[in-house]
Each structure stands twice: as C-alpha cells, then as structure tokens.
C-alpha cells in the first residue's frame, strides 16, 4: 500500500504562485495531482510517467502549472503560477500504474494522499 503525503497549500492573491509536493513511500509508474472544490467532482491536473517523465495537463491548467519529480526522493511537485480564484480547491496527489486512456480519470488511480488546501483569492 502506496502512502502519499502532500504539503504546500495555503492561500495566496490571485496572479501568485504555490508550489505543492507529494512525498510518496515507494515507486510507483506513475503519478499525478487531481483537484476538487466544493460541490465539484474531482478532476485531474497534470500526470507524469515517472520512468520516462512525460506529462500530461487538463486545459484548464496548461502552461500555468508543472509536475516534476524527484525520483531519488519518490517526490512529486506542482508548481503554480498566474494562480486565478477558480483554481481554489482541494489538490490531492494520487499514484499508480496507469498506462493509457483517460488518465485523468480518478478511478483509475490506486493510491490517495489526504490532499492540501489551495485559496485563490481576487
């Protein structure tokens, strides 16, 4: 049983950055974070593929948020930026072996942190 430990939520102005890490007990193939704000479902975004570091990113986040890992340190990060009020959520890291189709797709997803706190706010 994979353990997932998340740190760096907080609340910040929008435009700001955070920077959220995931610190995970063992190697899994792949990792990623989801989000999910009251009364929403759950949604993924961003996935990377710890062996080969590809990535993957909702639109809603594209070429505002980074993973990037540390493999020695079986850590995950998501660094944001330009960060808007509709981004405030729950960010959970979430691992497993996960090798195609929609990996944005909690089900998916074998292994949960307790998720961290993310306000945005305008």
């Known amino acids: 049983h994979v353990q997932l430990v998340e740190s760096g939520g907080g609340s910040v102005q929008a435009g700001g950055s955070l920077r959220l890490s995931c610190v995970a007990s063992?190697?899994?193939?792949?990792k990623a974070w989801f989000r999910q704000a009251p009364g929403k479902e759950r949604e993924g975004v961003a996935v990377?593929?710890?062996?080969?570091?590809?990535?993957y990113y909702s639109d809603a986040v594209k070429g505002r948020f980074t993973i990037s890992q540390d493999s020695a340190k079986n850590t995950v990060y998501l660094e944001m930026n330009n960060l808007k009020p509709e981004d405030t959520a729950m960010y959970y890291c979430?691992?497993?072996?996960?090798?195609?189709?929609?990996?944005?797709?909690?089900?998916?997803?074998?292994?949960w942190g307790q998720g961290t706190q993310v306000t945005v706010s305008s």
């Open positions: 979430a691992a497993g072996t996960v090798y195609g189709g929609n990996r944005f797709d909690p089900r998916q997803w074998d292994f």
């Open positions: 063992e190697y899994t193939y792949t």
């Open positions: 990377i593929l710890s062996a080969r570091e590809d990535t």
